[in-house]
């Protein structure tokens, strides 16, 4: 059932840009093995207080752009909360639940972008950027004060770079003056730290800051990609995507300083976007099946289960803390 969704007018699109998967080598050495057949989705795990509920961007009703659609961690309680003609992507959902910053993209994904807020319900949607250029990737702080604290990427000084900004206080601040680009903030738990992608060696790698933009550590060397940063909810790994010569874009997790590279996902098909459960147990992410589907898995790579089957393009899943936003 459609509750309240935000309203908006907009060019058509012309459809969304393949994920590219860049060959490289690897010396990793698989941590877990994934069973061969999806198991059935975790329905005892959804029913917990903590289960929260998912967010992500998909395009079922609306070929060739996206939506914002909320569901249950088991896949079911699909709710559409955005209806417009753009690319509605790359939901984050606020500390407390209540509101999911998102960004809107143009007439394709190398047009203006700008980060908006709304509630929970697709209700009362802000444009908080502005249209100074392209600005994505939101990443909400867990210890924001006031309206709430975002990190985000933008390209306005010409280059991507990483960014803050104060719901309701005008300004931004940036974090990140490389000569690269700069991209997909994900906050430690305590909100003192940031992790990110930036190609600013050559490929992109991740690295870590503090909150302030200040003691910048690369964390991992790989010669290839390393990107789609997701920091665990009890602070001691980071998931992400590497993109592999012979396996394609696999996930793997890595402590926090880089040390103890595991893979998770083993497939024929690509795997990304990483997003933790609230309690840490589970991981969604994204695999290409044909099309795009949103999957789960246990946090040690186990118990695949896909979530969405539209034979559409489902992208970003964003894990909320609570499983009834009020």
């Known amino acids: 059932m459609q509750t309240h969704p935000s309203s908006r007018t907009s060019a058509g699109l012309a459809g969304l840009a393949a994920v590219a998967l860049a ?22 795990f959804a029913k917990g207080d903590n289960a929260g509920l998912i967010a992500f961007a998909d395009a079922r009703e609306t070929p060739g752009s996206t939506d914002i659609y909320v569901m249950n961690p088991d896949g079911t309680g699909v709710n559409r909360i955005t209806i417009g003609g753009a690319l509605d992507t790359e939901p984050a959902w606020s500390p407390d639940g209540r509101r999911i910053a998102y960004t809107i993209r143009g007439g394709n994904l190398l047009s203006e972008a700008d980060i908006h807020i709304m509630n929970s319900d697709g209700t009362g949607d802000t444009n908080l950027t502005g249209g100074q250029g392209r600005e994505r990737y939101p990443a909400w702080s867990p210890k924001g004060s006031n309206g709430g604290l975002l990190a985000f990427a933008s390209d306005l000084p010409g280059d991507e770079e990483i960014y803050t900004l104060e719901i309701g206080q005008p300004g931004w601040t940036r974090l990140t003056f490389s000569s690269g680009t700069d991209r997909m903030p994900s906050w430690s738990p305590d909100g003192k730290r940031i992790v990110f992608a930036s190609d600013r060696s050559g490929d992109f790698e991740l690295y870590v800051m503090n909150s302030d933009g ?38 793997f997790v890595m402590d926090v300083d880089g040390t103890n590279v595991t ?64």
């Open 23 to 44: 060959l490289t080598a690897c010396t990793e050495t698989p941590g877990v093995t994934e069973p061969d057949a999806l198991q059935p989705p975790p329905l005892g």
């Open 263 to 326: 893979r998770l996902t083993f497939s024929d098909q690509p795997s990304y976007d990483p997003a933790w459960s609230p309690d840490g147990r589970q991981i969604a992410f994204v695999r290409e099946v044909g099309e795009s589907e949103i999957f789960v898995m246990n946090a040690d790579g186990t118990g695949v289960a896909q979530l969405t089957n539209t034979g559409q393009t489902s992208i970003r899943p964003a894990w909320s803390s609570r499983r009834n936003p009020k």
């Open 214 to 251: 200040t003691d910048v550590t690369r964390l991992t060397t790989f010669d290839g990609t390393d990107d789609y940063p997701a920091w665990s909810p009890d602070g001691r790994q980071i998931a992400f995507r590497r993109q592999l010569p012979a396996a394609g874009s696999e996930i």
